[in-house]
């Protein structure tokens, strides 16, 4: 069973959040009941028995009757604070910085002028492999051929 605390907040710093349909009628059903609303409420949090982590409700609508609560919102696993934001932003900034790759550059102009037998090999096989394993049109063809065309041996060729 989960056990749930509560933080008060002002209602200055509770922004207003439009329900949806279901919760509406919901809303009407615990009113009916004799539940009644409790304001000031900013954050619930959710823990559960062991180490089986949390759920975070920030700015819920909450009903209370008898020391029972039904709590309305948005539940996010941990915090869903900005700390949680800054990983995920120092994540993106790690993506986002490139990876040094140690592998060879093949000049584009002898791509250009190099003209290859493409004989026995079909233009669609060609650009799989290119576009697979990043490479020229020559290398393409060149790995087809040593792999009697099958697709997934030249392509394993070029990326090793």
Do not use: H, W
């Not at 605390?5 to 009113?31: G, T, Y």
């Not at 409790?38 to 209370?64: C, S």
């Not at 576009?131 to 070029?158: E, F, H, P, W, Y």
């Amino acid at each position: 069973t989960p056990v749930l605390s509560a933080i008060s907040a002002p209602a200055a710093m509770m922004a207003p959040r439009v329900p949806n349909r279901a919760e509406k009628k919901a809303r009407k059903v615990m009113e009916r009941l004799g539940m009644k609303p409790v304001d000031g409420i900013a954050r619930v949090t959710l823990k559960m028995r062991g180490n089986q982590g949390f759920f975070t409700i920030y700015q819920p609508d909450v009903f209370e009757k008898s020391g029972s609560y039904i709590v309305f919102g948005e539940a996010k696993q941990g915090t869903g604070m900005p700390g949680t934001q800054q990983q995920q932003a120092r994540a993106a900034q790690q993506l986002a910085t490139p990876l040094v790759e140690e592998k060879k550059v093949e000049p584009m102009v002898d791509e250009a002028e190099e003209e290859v037998d493409e004989t026995g090999v079909e233009a669609k096989d060609i650009e799989l492999v290119m576009t697979q394993a990043g490479c020229s049109r020559a290398r393409a063809v060149a790995a087809l051929k040593n792999n009697d065309g099958d697709l997934v041996n030249a392509i394993m060729s070029l990326t090793n």
